[in-house]
């Protein structure tokens, strides 16, 4: 199971960063939600994958899953989808404006 997250957060970041280095600004916004999917996703299995335990600490049950990277998760995939739509927003104004999508508002000379 820690090699299957594992990859899957490499596979993540590594399809975010290539991404990130495209001249356009569409994937640039693809690249930065996966991300912070791949950070969500670090953050969760940081807190130990406990199954069929409560968040909640229970005197007499012994076992229960931390709260903490829950909570940071939750927060953290709000933030994102907000991050997302203004990075969105500003992409489309961009493209609007300049004329190209381009992240430096030079286009390639094929328009």
Known sequence: MELLLASAIGILVAGGVFLLLRARTYPVVLGLTLLSYAVNL????MGRLTPHAPPIIDAQSGVYADPLPQAL???AIVIGFGMTAFVLALAVRARHELGTDHVDGAGDGKE
Do not use: D, H, K, M
């Open 42 to 45: 670090f953050i969760f299995v």
């Open 73 to 75: 998760v939750l927060t």
